[in-house]
């Protein structure tokens, strides 16, 4: 027995991203960017930054995300 229509999945999957997308964009996940993984290497004239962590984080999120859209 289906639980949502094809077009309910749609509009659940297209909301729940443009939610993590709007609080990403406005600053409202502070953690990401500052989690253990993350590495941050600060020089005198320079400053790398490799969120390893956070982009595993995201990748994780979008998969399952993707993952329930193909059903």
């Known amino acids: 027995m289906e639980v949502f229509s094809p077009l309910g999945k ?6 729940v991203v443009l939610v ?3 609080l990403l964009l406005a600053g ?3 953690f990401l960017g ?3 993984g ?5 020089r005198e004239h320079y400053v790398v930054y490799i969120p390893i ?3 595993l ?3 994780a999120i979008l998969s399952l995300i ?3 859209w193909r059903r």
């Open 20 to 22: 993590l997308l709007g």
């Open 53 to 55: 962590t956070s982009m």
């Open 28 to 30: 409202k996940l502070p």
């Open 38 to 42: 993350d590495i941050r290497i600060e």
């Open 57 to 59: 984080i995201i990748s």
């Open 66 to 68: 993707l993952s329930l």
């Open 34 to 36: 500052k989690l253990p």
């Open 10 to 15: 749609v509009l659940v999957i297209l909301g």
